[in-house]
Structure formats: structure tokens, C-alpha cells
């Protein structure tokens, strides 16, 4: 498994932009396919973006379709989530995951950050 770690979660205005990224320990970081996640408060966890290994497939819910845009740097062991055009409905803990090639579910998980976007 790998060890995530989520970052550039905060306050924003709605209409705002975000980047959240997520550093992963470990050298076979190109051998995960990789996912953004978010889980708003009394709602259930969300699957938003997923990235294939070598970053050609990437995947989104209708939610964020269209204002959100992973990505991934395979030699800095990071995946990204570009996140434009905010709205309150966006706020929510955003967790990214890791998902072993051989494994069908994804099994490592960051702490979260928190986005909170304003109206």
C-alpha cells in the first residue's frame, strides 16, 4: 500500500478555484490508479475523478464534470484535482485513493482536506 497525503484544502468563494494535491510515499506510484473522492456532511462518500496509472483515462462524476480535472505526475509520486467555478454544493472533506493494479478496490485513503466554498 501507499501513504497519501491531501493538501490545499480551504475557504474559497463561490466561482473560486482550488487545487488539491496528493503526495504518495513509495516508488511504485505508477502501478496505482489513483481517485478523488469528497463526502459532503449526511451525504455519502462521492466518487468524483479517477486517473488511470499512466494518467490516458481519466473518469468523472456529472457532478464536476466539466469544472473539475485530475492529473497526475508519476516522477513527483503526486496526483492533482483542479477544481474551477466552485459552488457551496462542492463543500465537503475531499479524500484522494489508490487503487493497487492487481486489486479491484481501492485500498489506501489520505486524511482528507476540507473545502468549504462560500455563497
Known amino acids: 500500500q501507499v501513504q497519501l497525503v491531501e493538501s490545499g484544502g480551504g475557504l474559497v468563494q463561490a466561482g473560486g478555484s482550488l487545487r488539491l494535491s496528493c503526495a504518495a510515499s513509495?516508488?511504485?506510484?505508477?502501478?496505482?490508479?489513483m481517485a478523488w473522492f469528497r463526502q459532503a456532511p449526511d451525504k455519502e462518500r462521492e466518487n468524483i475523478a479517477t486517473?488511470?496509472?499512466?494518467?490516458?483515462?481519466?473518469t468523472y462524476a456529472d457532478s464536476v464534470k466539466g469544472r473539475f480535472t485530475i492529473s497526475r505526475d508519476n516522477a513527483k509520486n503526486t496526483v492533482y484535482l483542479q477544481m474551477n467555478s466552485l459552488k457551496p454544493e462542492d463543500t465537503a472533506v475531499y479524500y484522494c485513493?489508490?487503487?493497487?493494479?492487481?486489486?479491484?478496490?481501492?485500498?489506501?485513503w489520505g486524511q482528507g482536506t476540507q473545502v468549504t466554498v462560500s455563497s
Open positions: 486517473i488511470s496509472a499512466y494518467g490516458t483515462t481519466t
Open positions: 485513493a489508490a487503487r493497487d493494479l492487481s486489486r479491484p478496490d481501492f485500498g489506501s
Open positions: 513509495g516508488r511504485t506510484f505508477r502501478y496505482y490508479a
